[in-house]
């Protein structure tokens, strides 16, 4: 099997498989399993849409700073969130708790379709053979392009399940824009022969800060609009195994 797709798999839809499951595990049963893998394999669709965008404007986005700038931050930051917004508010979804809990979904086929393009572009350009820190960077960029793209799904979704679309479209744009800015950063300012010293800090930064936007996510957002009921009856399901020990 050829070394690009393997690395592409392993680094692209495995973890965000995993994230998707980190983040769901504690709200199992809360949602509509039939919606919740429509729109994984949606976001998927979308996710390799998205990638073809990236690549189509690839000399756009090594022109002028400016207008690079302008084009990944603001524009694709829109573009981006604006198909999981078009997905999330159809009327199946609209106003139901399930539109968070498949916006979670969304964003991971989104993210893992996205991820497993960049991962396999990367190898068969040659990228990732050339240094062990560039793989991990590769690895790094990937995981927090999984965790932002997550994140901004139950974020719209959200919007979607309480009526207020376009307040939590914002505020996933604006979730976005610092990785953005340090995805652009470096892509723009470095290349793979750029020293490890600068590479390092922004690929930790963006890891950790999409991971803290994902914590938020799932601590804050996505029990927001389950019905009392249900709140309970996960929180009585979690003790249970504590009265079992």
Not at 29 to 40: P, V
Not at 113 to 120: E, L, T
Request: charged letters at 15%; proline letters at 4%; glycine letters at 8%.
């Amino acid at each position: 099997m050829e070394y690009g797709f393997i690395l592409a798999t392993v680094f692209g839809a495995g973890p965000a498989l995993f994230t998707l499951y980190y983040v769901l595990r504690q709200y199992q049963g809360a949602w509509d399993d039939r919606k919740l893998f429509i729109c994984l394999a949606v976001g998927m669709i979308l996710g390799v849409v998205g990638f073809f965008f990236h690549a189509m404007l690839d000399a756009v986005i090594y022109g002028p700073l400016l207008t690079a700038f302008t084009i990944y931050v603001a524009g694709f930051a829109v573009l981006e969130n604006l198909m999981l917004f078009s997905v999330l508010n159809f009327k199946w979804l609209r106003g139901t708790p399930d539109a968070t809990f498949c916006g979670v979904s969304l964003g991971a086929g989104f993210a893992a379709s996205g991820s497993m393009a960049f991962v396999y572009r990367a190898s068969s350009l040659g990228i990732a053979n050339l240094d062990a820190f560039i793989l991990v960077s590769m690895i790094g960029i990937s995981f927090a392009t999984i965790f932002l793209r997550i994140a901004n799904g139950a974020m719209v979704g959200l919007g979607s399940a309480l009526g207020k679309p376009w307040t939590w479209f914002g505020k996933a744009i604006v979730a976005q824009v610092p990785y953005a800015t340090l995805f652009m950063s470096l892509l723009y300012f470095t290349d793979v022969y750029t020293p490890v010293w600068i590479w390092a800090p922004a690929t930790g930064a963006m890891v950790a800060y999409t991971y803290f936007v994902l914590l938020y996510v799932r601590k804050l957002v996505l029990p927001q609009n389950l019905p009392a009921e249900t709140r309970k009856r996960l929180r009585r399901e979690r003790r249970k195994p504590e009265k079992n020990r």
